[in-house]
């Protein structure tokens, strides 16, 4: 569960609202629920928490107290953040409080299952697999397809990845290296490089971060220690002091895990709200929602998504609804960049190539 920092509220990203009055939280909820009754299983939700979402989420899982499917929660570690000038944990200089203190990175996942000991009462329950993926991903569903190939073939671990657009150039990739298939983030690339890490040709494919884990294979390797992911530097100002977070991916552990491969998957696997633009492209008639799936528009001719460019005046959620009357059609939109005080009314419908920049304020 994430703080919704990028998109300038407090709290879970979880609760903020996507489609007819749904959460991201709500629709994985209906997700497993239809799962679970399809199929007459026990699918359950288990949510990994940072201290500073832990409080809001045990109150926001409260709503679904009458809901036919399990909702587990666990906290990730937390840790001191290393001030720069020194070396020295930022609490031992007198910041006791919470911003002395970091979550280490989703990478925290396998420790902080098994030390939590939800991992274990998985196990007990007969569970194989877990399927982890970021809260704010809509296209990230359980397909049953890819469990059945990573159960017939012994898979430890299985990336999802998808083609690489312009759009994803940071995103990390997948490489062989020293006989294993490993991750590589734009972070541990040299400066020298990053040109060339960033080039579609070269690298075809990023991670979408949506991972299919051996429980069992999880448990020896956190017992015996042996996930030794590479760290993250990434660094903070508090206060006006320059601080490092020590951070991990989840995605790099699959250099640990026997068999392990990487998937190709459609693109509508992957679809993630991190900023208000990506919000406008879900709210739109670019999507539908049946039963707590986040479906394309069949209306929609070109494959990719329309390019949305949102300034300032959007960036927190408050701000870009108060800013729309109705969302606009842009079924039929390529590209779109807004720039200045602009406002739009009802029913208006983009298309083609549109920008509009502003120093007034525009109506539309």
């Avoid at 679904?64 to 001030?83: A, D, G, K, L």
């Avoid at 809509?138 to 059945?148: F, N, T």
């Avoid at 479906?295 to 001719?301: L, T």
Wanted: glycine share 6%; proline share 5%; charged share 20%.
């Amino acid at each position: 569960m994430e703080v919704l920092g990028r998109l300038g509220c407090t709290g879970p990203k979880s609760v903020i609202e996507v489609r007819n009055g749904f959460t991201f939280l709500d629709l994985i909820v209906i997700q497993i629920e239809s799962l679970n009754k399809k199929y007459g299983c026990n699918v359950p939700l288990i949510l990994m928490n940072s201290f500073n979402t832990h409080e809001d989420t045990l109150k926001i899982v409260e709503k679904y107290s009458n809901s036919s499917i399990e909702i587990h929660t666990f906290n990730q570690s937390q840790y001191p953040r290393i001030v720069v000038e020194d070396f020295t944990p930022l609490p031992c200089k007198g910041q006791v409080g919470k911003d002395g203190w970091y979550p280490p990175g989703h990478g925290d996942v396998f420790p902080s299952l098994v030390n939590s000991g939800k991992l274990d009462a998985l196990l007990l329950q007969g569970k194989e697999y877990v399927f982890v993926a970021n809260s704010d991903n809509l296209g990230a569903i359980v397909d049953l397809k890819i469990l059945s190939h990573l159960i017939h073939n012994k898979n430890g671990f299985c990336m999802e990845v998808t083609p690489k657009t312009l759009a994803d150039v940071k995103g990390g990739t997948l490489i062989s290296y020293e006989g294993r298939v490993q991750l590589l983030e734009i972070a541990q690339v040299p400066d020298a490089h990053v040109n060339e890490f960033k080039s579609i040709e070269k690298f075809k494919i990023f991670n979408t971060n949506n991972l299919w884990v051996n429980l069992k294979a999880i448990k020896k390797l956190v017992d015996a220690d042996a996930l030794k992911m590479e760290i993250i530097p990434n660094p903070k100002d508090v206060d006006g002091v320059k601080v490092l977070q020590l951070e991990t991916a989840a995605g790099a552990a699959i250099r640990f895990f026997d068999h392990a491969i990487g998937i190709n998957v459609p693109r509508s696997r992957f679809l993630p709200v991190k900023a208000t633009s990506d919000l406008l492209l879900v709210q739109s008639d670019l999507y539908t929602l049946v039963d707590g799936f986040v479906i394309r528009n069949k209306a929609r001719a070109n494959p990719s998504n329309p390019s949305i460019e949102l300034g300032p005046e959007f960036k927190k959620v408050g701000n870009f609804l108060s800013r729309f009357k109705s969302i606009p059609s842009i079924v039929d939109l390529d590209s779109l960049k807004v720039s200045g005080d602009v406002w739009f009314g009802e029913r208006v419908i983009l298309k083609v190539l549109i920008f509009f920049y502003c120093f007034a304020s525009l109506h539309i």
